[in-house]
């Protein structure tokens, strides 16, 4: 009888193993959504306008919760819109083409560079690419490097929820490292950021204040 039960046992636990991954290929074992299928837009007084070149799939918050955190993939270029959003350096362009938004965002150019890299090198061959974050005057507020342990209270590894990513012959579940917007612009520029879900419409929309 003990044999049986510990076949069993066996069994079901071989059959584990393959449904943990799958599982954990579709962010089932994360708190965190990327907005793959989402449209991405700003509220300005009470009006919602397209936030693009914002991209969705670069931007993740919690699943569930009154207060949810904003993410940005870490490495992608597009965190600098979000600097503009939280500091003002944007027009509005009214439009009815989407009759879901009132229009879309235009980023200025006249504002520093929010965002920037270098390279630390090792010795004349290698190095690691950092990404500074800067404010408006311009004073370093953090910096990522990716060859370092994860800062767990700014940086978050998430998973892109069904997709894979091929290197070379193998492909592998897309999993990137992204910062916390929500509490990096709290913390360093005292700037909060609300995220509003619409899942009927498929619209997260940010409000900065």
């Given at each position: 009888m003990r044999v049986k039960i510990f076949i069993f046992i066996f069994i079901i636990g071989i059959l584990c193993v393959p449904a943990y991954?799958?599982?954990r290929s579709f962010g089932l074992f994360q708190d965190e959504k990327v907005l793959v299928h989402y449209k991405l837009a700003v509220e300005v007084k009470g009006k919602k306008y397209d936030a693009w070149p914002l991209i969705s799939s670069f931007t993740a918050i919690d699943k569930k919760g009154d207060d949810r955190q904003l993410y940005y993939r870490v490495e992608d270029p597009g965190i600098e819109y979000l600097?503009?959003?939280?500091?003002?350096?944007y027009e509005l362009r009214p439009s009815k083409e989407n009759p879901f938004l009132d229009g879309a965002v235009h980023y200025t150019m006249d504002h520093p560079e929010y965002v920037r890299e270098e390279k630390q090198y090792e010795n004349a061959n290698d190095y690691t690419?950092?990404?500074?974050?800067y404010n408006q005057q311009e004073q370093m507020i953090y910096t990522y490097n990716p060859e370092a342990k994860l800062d767990k209270a700014y940086v978050r590894s998430i998973i892109t929820a069904g997709m894979t990513r091929t290197t070379g012959r193998s492909s592998s579940t897309v999993e990137d490292n992204y910062i916390n917007i929500s509490k990096l612009f709290k913390d360093k520029l005292g700037v909060h950021v609300k995220v509003d879900v619409d899942e009927d419409n498929?619209?997260?929309t940010l409000a900065m204040t």
């Open positions: 991954f799958i599982m600097f503009q959003l939280a500091y003002g350096q690419v950092l990404t500074h974050f498929k619209i997260v």
